[in-house]
């Protein structure tokens, strides 16, 4: 290690953190590491860190003192106070210059604020959304990073030998402004949130709508993921199915309770997006049955009290697995597409001058969201940086619309059997409505005029225009 100290530090040896710090050192970079709980510093040192460029720091100041200065050091602490916490405590070791880069699931408003309040103190800070889970943080996550340029070029070379790489490209690259990076992550959580949605909503119409066991699952999911389909959640997926339960011997995704937890990030993305005026209904339908999945008591007495129809799918199986397959595709398009529409609009709402083909790109690789379909859409916004939707893209239009015939019989299909796919349905209406000239809010207009003289438009005048509805 150098005696000039460490290129980079990071404080939080929770999983992702250790498995950071080992990736960076992998490549050479020495790293200075700090916990709040020394025992667990101590463990990470004797039994992980090995002879590694790695140095502990017992408390903050000794910690700082071990890095070389100007300072660049991560934290990786649970998001919301425990940040603004941590930056408090570390103000008195800091120097102008330094830098603090959050890898946590922060929210965006957060990360402008700690942004302007650690400028005022010639501090730098970076928002770095960091995905790919425990193995990602190890072998290679995408990394997003916003800010200001010239400091994410100070840690590129750590940043970009640690990130995953993709032909030959890092998965990470300058975002943008200050909390350009954290809203990037918001988003491709949102995405994620969608993604496993309608996954799920698959898996239930193939096991209760098909009767179709977990080794059958798992044998289709692991061919689809050979095929157009190919992506790590899908991968997970066909993995998932084959594990059996150590204490029962029964398929270990049958005795899971059916009720998913979330710490918000999907949820984020889809306050921001109302608030952008952003229409992101699959994002927000995964967000929806998350919270209903919650309320398992409550489902359990509705059961026995309000009855539809029996499950069982009376047609073709092998069609409809053909069917259920174009349907994920045509979901899964139609999810990146309502989240990068999203990131369009923040790009202009919040002035982050987005990069959409670089956002793709660095998706490609590491994160949970990596998937082949990813190469179509940086093509997409490579040829047409300001695409407004990714369905006016004209293959990933082309590739939607040689599947809308099987979503809508799958749409139909769920609707027949009382199997909830609601991801699925607004899907279609999504591009229903996207794809329609004429909607229905004339008359939406007409009754707020109606009940509240709120005005409206006309088709063959311009102005707004009132009518006394009642006589
Ligand atoms: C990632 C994941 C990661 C985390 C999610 C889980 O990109 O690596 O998104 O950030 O696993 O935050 O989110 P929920 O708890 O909300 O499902």
Not at 122 to 130: A, D, K, Q, V
Not at 172 to 179: A, D, E, I, K, N
Not at 411 to 438: C, E, I, N, Q
Request: aromatic share 8%; hydrophobic share 40%; glycine share 10%.
């Amino acid at each position: 290690m150098s005696h000039q100290g460490c290129d980079i530090g990071l404080i939080g040896l929770g999983t992702m953190g250790r498995n950071f710090v080992l990736n960076m050192a992998d490549h050479g970079f020495s790293v200075g590491v700090y916990n709040r709980t020394t025992e667990k510093t101590k463990e990470f040192m004797e039994t992980e860190a090995g002879s590694r460029p790695i140095k502990a720091g017992y408390d903050l100041q000794e910690f700082v003192g071990l890095l070389k200065p100007p300072r660049n050091l991560i934290i990786l602490v649970a998001a919301g106070d425990p940040v603004d916490a941590l930056i408090r405590e570390l103000l008195p070791w800091l120097a102008p210059g330094d830098l603090i880069i959050d890898g946590g699931n922060s929210h965006f408003t957060d990360t402008n604020r700690r942004f302007k309040f650690l400028a005022g103190k010639n501090l730098n800070f970076m928002g770095m959304g960091i995905s790919g889970g425990q193995a990602g943080a190890r072998y290679g996550p995408s990394l997003m990073p916003g800010g200001s340029r010239e400091v994410y070029d100070r840690v590129a070379p750590i940043l970009e030998a640690a990130a995953a790489q993709v032909k030959g490209e890092p998965c990470v690259t300058y975002l943008g402004p200050r909390s350009a990076g954290h809203y990037i992550k918001m988003v491709h959580n949102g995405i994620e949130y969608g993604l496993m949605e309608l996954i799920a909503e698959t898996y239930d119409l193939l096991k209760r709508g098909l009767g179709l066991t977990p080794a059958e699952l798992a044998l289709i999911y692991d061919r689809w993921n050979r095929e157009d389909l190919n992506s790590f959640l899908l991968e997970i997926t066909a993995k998932i199915f084959t594990r059996k339960d150590d204490r029962t011997g029964k398929f270990l995704v049958d005795m899971i309770l059916d009720k998913a937890k979330q710490k918000g990030t999907g949820r984020w993305t889809s306050w921001d997006a109302m608030d952008l005026q952003v229409g992101t209904p699959t994002l927000d339908a995964a967000v929806v049955m998350r919270d209903m999945s919650g309320y398992k008591e409550e489902r359990r007495s509705a059961a026995r009290f309000l009855t539809g129809p029996t499950p069982a799918f009376p047609g073709d199986r092998q069609r409809c697995i053909g069917q259920v397959k174009n349907a994920l595709y045509a979901g899964m398009i139609a999810t990146y597409a309502q989240g990068m529409a999203l990131l369009q609009k923040a790009s202009i709402t919040y002035d982050y001058g987005l990069d959409l083909e670089a956002v793709a790109r660095i998706w490609r690789g590491g994160c949970i969201i990596r998937a082949a379909l990813l190469e179509d859409i940086r093509t997409a916004y490579k040829t047409r940086p300001d695409l407004p939707n990714l369905l006016m893209d004209p293959h990933l239009g082309q590739e939607f619309m040689s599947r809308q015939a099987d979503l809508r019989e799958v749409v139909k299909a769920a609707a027949t059997l009382g199997l909830p796919a609601p991801g699925l349905m607004v899907t279609l209406s999504y591009f229903d409505a996207y794809r329609s000239t004429v909607l229905s809010a004339n008359l939406i207009q007409a009754q707020r005029d109606f009940f509240g003289a709120h005005t409206y438009e006309r088709l063959d005048a311009p102005g707004a225009f009132h009518t006394e509805w009642e006589e």
